[in-house]
T-cell receptor
Framework: AQKITQTQPGMFVQEKEAVTLDCTYD???????LFWYKQPSSGEMIFLIY??????QNATEGRYSLNFQKARKSANLVISASQLGDSAMYFC??????????????FGKGTKLSVKP | EAGVVQSPRYKIIEKKQPVAFWCNPI?????LYWYRQNLGQGPELLIR????????DSQLPKDRFSAERLKGVDSTLKIQPAELGDSAVYLC?????????????FGEGSRLTVL
């Protein structure tokens, strides 16, 4: 069973507007972490934001925020004020467990974001 | 501080030839990962090391793939013999195991083309 689902293969957004990239996950472990990574055409994976399953508040990092809805098992990434440099692939990922029992980072298939000038 | 370093960046070989990729993680990072990323897909784990021990190699095709992390620092991933389906980007990543929220830091990847 797929653990991370990203249903949007591609998204377009106008420069300076906000965009939401969807991610749903599946786990029975009460302790897990959710990550978003950006992969520009150069290929390097760049960490954007992290949300722990026990975190009470949604994570924010600059223009990035994570809309964490635990009951729905969704962890959508919101990018505010899009910039041309935001054009890239975006991957949602999950790691189950905590501390020494942490598992591996499992990635979704990604969403390609294109920012239009 | 230097990031995760991988080499070579690009490699083109003919099928049945061997190939090796090298990774030097961030200093002090005791956990090292090798991922394979096929075109248009997310990375898939091949092997995870904690220090010099391979703690998860369940996804590594052991008939042709091998990896080592001698002395718990840099690591080598080898494919012998390569097949057409091995064409992909091979990503190395590292992190500090003790950090619960620690993200993985990735190298730029090694792009393999098998002809």
């Amino acid at each position: 069973a797929q653990k991370i689902t990203q249903t949007q293969p591609g998204m377009f957004v106008q420069e300076k507007e906000a965009v939401t990239l969807d991610c749903t996950y599946d786990t029975s472990d009460p302790s897990y972490g959710l990550f978003w990574y950006k992969q520009p055409s150069s290929g390097e994976m760049i960490f954007l934001i992290y949300q722990g399953s026990y975190d009470q508040q949604n994570a924010t990092e600059g223009r990035y925020s994570l809309n964490f809805q635990k009951a729905r098992k969704s962890a959508n990434l919101v990018i505010s004020a899009s910039q041309l440099g935001d054009s890239a692939m975006y991957f949602c990922a999950m790691r189950e467990g905590s501390g020494g029992s942490q598992g591996n980072l499992i990635f979704g298939k990604g969403t390609k974001l294109s920012v239009k000038p | 501080e230097a990031g995760v370093v991988q080499s070579p960046r690009y490699k083109i070989i003919e099928k049945k030839q061997p190939v090796a990729f090298w990774c030097n993680p961030i200093s002090g990072h005791n956990t090292l990962y090798w991922y394979r990323q096929n075109l248009g897909q997310g990375p898939e784990l091949l092997i995870r090391y904690e220090n010099e021990e391979a703690v998860d190699d369940s996804q590594l095709p052991k008939d042709r793939f091998s990896a080592e992390r001698l002395k718990g620092v840099d690591s080598t991933l080898k494919i012998q013999p390569a097949e057409l389906g091995d064409s992909a980007v091979y990503l190395c990543a590292s992190r500090i195991l003790a950090e619960n929220t620690g993200e993985l830091f990735f190298g730029e990847g090694s792009r393999l083309t098998v002809l």
